[in-house]
């Protein structure tokens, strides 16, 4: 049977959305960057949910660097990524903490398979004496210790 492509099809009949293409799932496959654009145009036109769990995409060479910048004296060792800070559902790209520096905050903020390591300064929003755990400017709400999800 022969199917004609989305564009021959007439009006009432054609997809609301663009088709993905094999070639698109191909090239993604293959090429990171394009992955991660890819998945960028699927969230931002409501096709695919940036949905937390996935473990942050770290590179050897990321974690090398992550446990051998120097931080202040309150500093925290590296122990390994968190999950997502901004779990369970949100736009855009994920971020997990991956160690307190004193007086900033390395963070990877990732869209899978893209992950980039951002050192941050902390939010300064405080609530009964609680301190925000997320990262200046952060989207959506607050977090604080012992009320977060
Ligand atoms: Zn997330
Ligand atoms: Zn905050």
Request: glycine share 8%; net charge neutral.
């Amino acid at each position: 049977m022969h199917i004609p492509s989305p564009q021959k099809l007439p009006e009432r009949l054609r997809p609301r959305e663009p088709f993905i293409t094999p070639e698109d799932l191909t090239r993604a496959a293959s090429d990171p960057s394009y992955a991660s654009r890819f998945v960028d145009l699927l969230i931002s036109t409501g096709r695919m949910k940036a949905v937390c769990g996935e473990e942050p995409p770290l590179t050897p060479e990321q974690e090398a660097a992550a446990r051998a910048i120097k931080g202040g004296p309150g500093g925290d060792e590296y122990t390994g990524p968190s999950r997502c800070a901004l779990w369970p559902r949100h736009p855009r790209s994920h971020y997990a903490a991956l160690r307190h520096l004193d007086p900033h905050t390395l963070w990877i903020k990732w869209r899978y398979p893209i992950g980039q390591l951002l050192i941050l300064p902390d939010c300064d929003a405080v609530n009964d004496g609680q301190v925000c755990t997320h990262w200046l400017r952060h989207p959506g709400p607050h977090n604080y210790p012992g009320q977060g999800p």
